[in-house]
């Protein structure tokens, strides 16, 4: 089960939950957009799973297993800023790609794709375990640390705009006079 009992931890499960009803409401609401939501919910899914069964340090323990198997893990600070630099090269180029694939949608959903990409990367961040991230995730500001701080902001970019795509009002058609 997760390792974040806290009210944090609780408040990143309900905003996982809440994000994930919100991208659905907005995938049946609109046509246009309708697959991004609709991938969006189960990115959502995924990742809510990920958190609540701690995956990330299943597979963070995994790796350090087959580093140690493969006789690696003497020198694994290496192979993790690789796999860092690695992760930041994707994060970067997911980034471009939704802005280039979205660039013709609205800001909404723009605003939803940095979201993702931001639990994305927050996650993928945690499963290398790389001392210095992990120290750096869990420096604490106010009343959370830092990992759960990005990972709420995440959260809250895409409820808020799965939100906005729920609740906005269609567009009015000119009427044509004849």
Not at 55 to 75: I, T
Request: glycine fraction near 10%.
């Amino acid at each position: 089960m997760s390792k974040d009992p806290t009210v944090w931890g609780l408040i990143a499960g309900v905003g996982y939950g809440a994000a994930i009803l919100a991208a659905a409401l907005a995938a049946m609401k609109s046509s246009k957009a309708s697959r991004y939501w609709i991938a969006t919910s189960f990115i959502l899914i995924a990742l809510c799973v990920v958190r609540v069964l701690s995956l990330q340090v299943l597979l963070a323990e995994f790796g350090r297993d087959a580093a140690r198997h493969a006789g690696l893990y003497g020198d694994r600070g290496t192979l993790q800023t690789a796999i860092m630099l690695g992760i930041a090269i994707a994060f970067v180029a997911g980034a471009a790609f939704c802005f280039v694939r979205l660039r013709r949608m609205s800001p909404a959903l723009q605003l939803a794709g940095v979201g993702l990409l931001v639990i994305v990367g927050l996650n993928a961040a945690r499963a290398v375990s790389l001392h210095s991230v992990d120290a750096m995730l869990r420096r604490v500001i106010g009343p959370l640390n830092l990992g759960l701080a990005i990972e709420i902001v995440g959260l809250a970019l895409i409820l808020a705009s799965a939100g906005y795509a729920v609740l906005k009002r269609p567009k009015r058609q000119r009427r044509r006079r004849a």
